[in-house]
């Protein structure tokens, strides 16, 4: 399965969040499912997007709410 996330570029975001939010993002989406394999891209882009290929709607539907979660709660795992 391959999740793109892309942030607008207009966000201004702390050095750094990009790759941590990707490793984050990965590791509680590896968490979640551990049976499949995917793969976890976090860029900069012209808006905020999400793209889930290779899952079916409820698991894409699951990595939104891990997207949400996971950027609600940075204040938890992001340390500049």
Do not use: C
Request: no cysteine.
């Amino acid at each position: 399965m391959r999740i793109e996330v892309t942030i607008a570029k207009t966000t201004t975001l702390p050095g750094g969040a990009i790759d941590a939010l990707n490793g984050e993002l990965a590791r509680r989406i590896e968490n979640a499912f551990p049976d499949y394999p995917s793969e976890v891209l976090v860029r900069y882009a012209a808006s905020n997007n999400l793209s889930v290929i290779g899952a079916t709607k409820e698991d894409k539907e699951r990595i939104s709410e891990i997207l949400q979660e996971t950027w609600e709660s940075a204040d938890d795992w992001f340390h500049t």
